[in-house]
């Protein structure tokens, strides 16, 4: 689409959103967002970009194609799943490590997982309707 | 000078893959070897790790006797096959999944003798099922290879139904599902009232597999696929599968009179069947199918017996029949690859080009014709001698064998007389020898039949005893010797051999007769089969583009039909209850939201443009994600904000490809009405069911519940998401794999209209 005040505005928007992104998925464990909620904001934003500047920019700017996303995703998620199975627990158990100020478990993991599965679904849909 | 071939003609003479797969195969068979002695003294190998078990499915394995013949069988030809295809298919293609399938197959053929869990069983008989298909329509660029994988998969896929289904009834009728448990409760399942149904079930399965009359004409059919293939799968091994599982089932479902005599007649028929087809064709690949299916029928024959002879007598042609068959049909191979052609009208004289295979050949025909000296022999003496021993029908037995047993004789002759000393009818181009590779198996098979026919005692006590004991239990001691004496099978040995070169000799006059006579029948299976699928596609072509007739209207109204007559059928009595004006309470806002809705829905219906309609669409979602902020749950009001402006964005990128609303023909008044009429009751319906809802008091139990342990036991004070990435984290991986696959569809769909 040729509108300057959309392209330059978007430049702007599009990276503010994708920031706002990962920012809404670190807070989703005690906030309301996560993984989900992340994609769809991030999907959003490179809808956008698409929009301005076409599915070309796009595909450059993610560099990995959206099938793979999606694939890594889904392999993070699973994975999460993996320590529990070590540990004697069942499968997808969350497991916390504390270590000094860090605290971490295979809950973000897992929601990592679920934003790059729900992301890479997103594009290459978004991107498949895009090329026209 | 010599001038360098040009590249496409230097076909290499065999491929690396090939042969360095061929250690496969040999390495097994020198493990079974290494086993034999033990399995001979009668030691029994046996290995179990749970797998299932509230299924009863175990991966027990079990070798013995018997499962050590048919492993020797399997991994033997296994061997000279693999060997045999690295020449015959040098320079195709797909090499790779030629072994892939091939080895794969071995394996699990050798699952399916090895297995004692009867589940695990039916997993590899699948196994050989799906990979037999794979095989026939390797060629899938050919629709003859491509028609007869469909129907050999169908056939024999249909009758490993029927197997699961026996296995279930005897499951239900209480009988282990551990093989070598059987031998105590044969006489438990022999009375019980399900057991003709298990048994019905149990033959269906043995009869597709192993090409039993009415079903026996996938396989005449399947020798569209490469000739290495044909040899494996079609006369060594998986069409012995349902032999092999008669013989397993015998101590448990053999002996009563309907299993004698169904599997006698049932064999007996396709014994004759087979061998007067085979006189039929010229192909000499469709004449080996067709004597393929003659022995099939003899040994479903000799297992319908319960005597020791007769069941030794299967034993013993079950290995004749391995040897010389797979032989023939690798040197028919050769002969295909040498000449270019398997046609017996157009072969003759290979004797002087081709002398080792034709060697080979006339080893193997030897022993199929029965002559003295040969392993076919001592097969043929055990044969009339179990036949006369059976317990139902020992004529008809006795006489069913004679004739196609002569007749295998004459085709014997066929084989080996025409294109090796005959003349062809048209002068034959120059033929070179077969490489080494090929011809091989022929040889060692050809020999082995000769070294077992001089020494039937060894063979006896070492292959065919051991195995009948496994699946006989009675040990009563049948010695194969090489000489009886005068006496009834000597002398119908003699009849076979006169009948058979008479057969001979009358073979066009009867190769015409036969012709005709089968053109003429009215009804065959095959056509049977035929009709059935064409009825079968042609409905389900109408049923189809009657259901999905790609109006995504059409759809969406079945789809609301469905919901309002399912749940209405229910409701409806009850929404005069439920439904009260609801008393205009709460927050001023809310109101508010409310007419905003209301007012989104109405620019939704009556706009004229689709852009305002969509614009309304998402005020509808808009709106109802405000009434979540409100009502206190700002994640899912985040989660619908996102979902809707994604949705918008998507339906606007769709919309560029449809053509302007004007351009679209007008609807007919009715039905608007219609589509109208059906809106406002799904719409008043759930509606209703909603309020009904809300007049039930809510459990708060689960709610309670993860309120009190989501920060303890999961450190997360967000709830919603703590449910989604913690305790019922199981499910959303589900979700999330349901995501990325529909986005895969949908992507597959949206390059295929943009080609199409």
């Known amino acids: 689409m040729q509108s300057t005040i959309l392209q330059t505005a978007a430049h702007l928007m599009v990276g503010l959103m994708l920031v706002f992104a990962v920012y809404v998925l670190l807070r989703g464990h005690h906030e309301p967002g996560g993984g989900f909620s992340a994609a769809l904001l991030a999907g959003t934003a490179f809808a956008l970009f698409a929009i301005t500047e076409g599915p070309d920019q796009v595909r450059r700017a993610v560099r990995f194609r959206p099938g793979t996303i999606a694939m890594t995703g889904l392999a993070l998620a699973a994975m999460a799943g993996l320590p529990a199975l070590f540990m004697d627990k069942p499968f997808l158990t969350g497991i916390w490590w504390h270590q000094g100020p860090f605290f971490m478990g295979t809950p973000l993991i897992f929601d990592l997982g679920v934003f790059l599965a729900v992301l890479g679904a997103i594009l290459s849909v978004l991107l498949a309707l895009e090329e026209n | 000078m010599k001038t360098p071939l040009p590249p496409i003609e230097r076909v290499p003479d065999c491929c690396r893959g090939g042969l360095v797969s061929s250690i496969l195969p040999l390495l097994l068979f020198g493990l079974l070897c290494l086993a034999w002695p033990r399995v001979v003294q009668g030691n029994i190998f046996a ?104 129907q050999a998969l169908l056939i024999t896929g249909g009758g490993g139904l029927f197997l699961l289904m026996g296995i279930l009834l005897l499951k239900i009728a209480g ?55 044909s040899a494996f799968l079609h006369a060594a091994t998986m069409v012995k599968a349902g032999i092999y599982l008669l013989m397993r089932f015998h101590p448990l479902l053999g002996g009563t009179s309907l299993w004698m005599a169904t599997l006698v007649i049932i064999g007996g028929t396709t014994a004759l069947w087979g061998a007067i087809q085979a006189l039929g064709p010229c192909d000499l690949k469709r004449i080996l199918a067709y004597t393929t299916l003659m022995a099939l029928g003899v040994l479903t024959l000799f297992l319908g017996g319960r005597t020791v002879l007769s069941l030794t007598a299967a034993a013993t042609f079950l290995m004749v029949h391995a040897l010389y068959k797979a032989a023939l049909f690798l040197a028919v191979g050769s002969i295909d690859h040498q000449t270019g052609t398997r046609n017996l009208d157009h072969l003759g004289g290979l004797v002087k080009s081709m002398p080792l295979t034709a060697l080979a050949v006339a080893a193997a025909t030897m022993s199929m014709a029965g002559f003295p000296l040969f392993f076919g022999f001592i097969g043929k003496e055990i044969m009339y001698e179990g036949a006369l021993a059976e317990d139902m029908f020992p004529v008809f037995a006795t006489v069913a064998t004679l004739f196609a047993n002569s007749l295998m004789t004459a085709v014997a002759a066929i084989i080996f007389i025409t294109p090796f000393m005959g003349f062809g009818r048209q002068k034959m181009d120059p033929v070179k020898e077969a490489p080494w590779t090929m011809r091989l198996g022929p040889a060692v098979m050809g020999l082995l039949g000769i070294v077992f026919g ?76 035929q009709s059935g699928l064409d009825n079968f596609l042609r409905n389900a072509g109408i049923f189809t583009n009657t259901i999905q007739n790609g109006s995504l209207h059409f759809y969406l109204f079945i789809i609301i039909l469905t919901l309002v007559m399912a749940v209405g059928w229910v409701w409806l009595p009850h929404v005069p209850g439920i439904l009260i004006f609801p008393v205009i309470s709460g927050p001023l806002i ?26 309304g669409l998402g005020g509808v979602g808009a709106g109802v994600a405000l009434t979540f902020m409100i009502f206190g749950a700002p994640d899912i009001a985040l989660t619908q904000l996102l979902v809707e402006t994604l949705t918008l964005i998507f339906i606007s990128l769709v919309l560029l490809r449809l053509p302007p609303m004007d351009a679209v023909k007008k609807r007919s008044r009715s039905r608007t009405i219609r589509d109208a009429c059906l809106s406002l009751v799904a719409g008043l319906l759930l509606t209703t069911l909603m309020m009904g809802i809300l007049q039930v008091p809510l459990d708060r139990n689960l709610t309670a519940f993860f309120e009190a342990n989501s920060y303890i036991a999961a450190h997360g004070r967000n709830i919603v998401n703590v449910i989604l990435v913690d305790f019922r984290s199981l499910d959303t991986l589900g979700e999330i794999c349901v995501v990325v696959l529909a986005a895969w569809a949908s992507v597959t769909l949206i390059r295929r209209t943009k080609e199409g």
């Open chain 2, 47 to 150: 290995v179990q790790w749970a797998w299932v078990p509230s299924l009863d499915l175990d991966l027990a394995f079990r070798l013995d006797g018997l499962g050590l013949l048919f492993g020797l069988i399997i991994t033997m030809t296994g061997f000279f096959v693999s060997l045999y295809a690295s020449s015959y298919m040098a320079g195709h293609q797909q090499l790779g999944r030629f072994f892939f399938y091939l080895h794969g197959f071995m394996l699990a053929m050798l699952g399916i003798v090895l297995s004692d869990n009867l589940f695990l069983l039916f997993i590899f008989w699948e196994a050989t099922t799906i990979l037999s298909f794979l095989l026939i329509g390797f060629d899938h660029h050919k629709t003859a290879a491509r028609e007869s994988a469909r």
């Open chain 2, 175 to 229: 009988e282990s599902m551990t093989i070598s448990h059987w031998a105590a409760s044969g006489d438990m399942i022999r009375d019980h009232a399900l057991y003709p149904a298990v048994f019905i079930c149990i033959l269906m399965g043995a009869m597709t597999k192993s090409a039993q009359v009415p079903f026996h004409f996938w396989l005449p059919n399947a020798m569209t696929a490469p000739t290495p293939i």
């Open chain 2, 454 to 529: 001089i020494m039937p005692e060894w063979v006896s006590a070492h292959l065919i005893q051991p195995a009948v004991f496994s699946f006989q239990p009675d040990r009563e001691e049948i010695r194969l010797v090489f000489f009886h004496g005068i006496n009834l099978p000597l002398v119908l040995s003699i009849l076979t051999l006169t009948l058979g070169s008479v057969i001979y000799r009358y073979r066009t006059f009867l190769r015409h007769r036969m012709n005709t006579a089968i053109d003429r029948l009215w009804i065959t299976t095959p056509g049977l089969y």
């Open chain 2, 590 to 615: 809310a109101i508010g939201l409310f007419a905003f809705i209301l007012a989104s829905t109405g620019v939704v219906v009556f706009a004229k443009k689709r852009l305002s309609a969509i614009g």
